[in-house]
């Protein structure tokens, strides 16, 4: 079965743009859940969708949104972007709730804002 | 107080020796709890979870568990320099679905 899978693996954003990040969760699982890593921070949830429906949301400003489709590819978007923004973005999916199931990681988006 | 806590480390520890690694968290009810590892530069992948008071072991990893106490731990036995990377404690709370990371402990195994 193949992995969790997110595109682009790399990107290099200026301040004030907006940026759309992808992931593909493995076959069969519903639920995908974003997080955003920083060596300060640690790894902080961002939102988890389940069934095109978002079922939790962590404590991030609304310039974080996200969508997930019928397919349950899920998207993730961040608005006017700031430099604090930079960050590795990873999404995991599970077959059920995350708090219910394993989550598997995928490689993570690493997202630099100049 | 922050709901799950790590010791940031690093930890180092010889190889062949016993690595111990710790984590508390806050008590809100039924809880899991989840050991992830994260290789520099890589994505976190799961070692071992445990639900129940008491030891589980997976190999040279045992996870054990005191929830009267708040801490779940992972050791290490007989640790490879492979086994260097940052480990990551996670808590599911069920009463809402909540899930929190710690910030993790960098391990180093020392040939």
């Known amino acids: 079965k193949a992995g969790v899978t997110q595109t682009p693996r790399y990107l290099i954003k200026t301040r004030g743009q907006q940026v759309t990040l992808s992931c593909s969760p493995i076959s069969g699982h519903r639920s995908v859940s974003w997080y955003q890593q920083t060596p300060g921070q640690g790894l902080q949830f961002l939102f988890e969708?389940?069934?095109?429906?978002?079922?939790n949301k962590g404590n991030f400003p609304g310039r974080f949104s996200g969508r997930q489709f019928s397919n349950s590819r899920s998207e993730m978007n961040v608005s006017t972007l700031e430099l604090g923004d930079s960050a590795l973005y990873l999404c995991?999916?599970?077959?059920?709730?995350?708090?219910?199931?394993?989550?598997?990681f995928g490689p993570g988006t690493r997202l630099l804002v100049l | 107080q922050k709901e799950v806590e790590q010791n940031s480390g690093p930890l180092s520890v010889p190889e062949g020796a016993i690595a111990s690694l710790n984590c508390t968290y806050s008590?809100?009810?039924?809880?899991?709890f989840f050991w992830y590892r994260q290789y520099s530069g890589k994505s976190p992948e799961l070692i071992m979870f445990i639900y129940s008071n008491g030891d589980k072991e997976d190999g040279r990893f045992t996870a054990q568990l005191n929830k009267a106490s708040q801490y779940v731990s992972l050791l290490i036995r007989d640790s490879q320099p492979s086994d260097s990377a940052t480990y990551l404690c996670a808590v599911i709370w069920y009463n809402n679905n909540d899930m929190r990371f710690g910030a993790g402990t960098r391990l180093t195994v020392k040939p």
């Open positions: 008590d809100r009810g039924s809880q899991s």
């Open positions: 995991a999916s599970s077959m059920g709730l995350a708090a219910q199931e394993t989550q598997y």
């Open positions: 969708y389940f069934s095109e429906t978002q079922r």
